[in-house]
């Protein structure tokens, strides 16, 4: 889960915000491919040398990030979807 301490949060910050800048354009819109290498780049460098656990580890943590983002973000953003335009039938 991406819950970790405040106190360890701000040396990632700079980071997150510099890769989100190059990420997005001048219209807050991004390549999925763009991404895609980014997360698989640093997925893959945590996993180097390559050991199970390693990889184990990179793993979980990307299903349990698609399950907590679709908790989070596209659930919510779903529901009210479903508010504005109706269920479907």
């Known amino acids: 889960m991406p819950y970790i301490k405040p106190t360890n949060r701000p040396k990632y910050e700079v980071w997150i915000k510099g890769i989100l800048k190059t990420l997005k354009d001048e219209k807050g819109d991004f390549d999925p491919g763009d991404l895609n290498y980014v997360l698989f ?10 050991r199970y656990y ?5 793993y979980g943590v990307l299903q349990c990030m698609a399950f907590e983002f679709y908790r989070r973000v596209v659930a919510p953003y779903e529901d009210e979807k479903i508010r504005e335009n109706g269920d479907v039938e």
Do not use: F, S
Not at 41 to 50: F, Q, S
């Open 54 to 58: 390693k990889i184990n580890a990179v």
């Open 41 to 50: 780049r640093i997925a893959k460098g945590l996993c180097t040398p390559p």
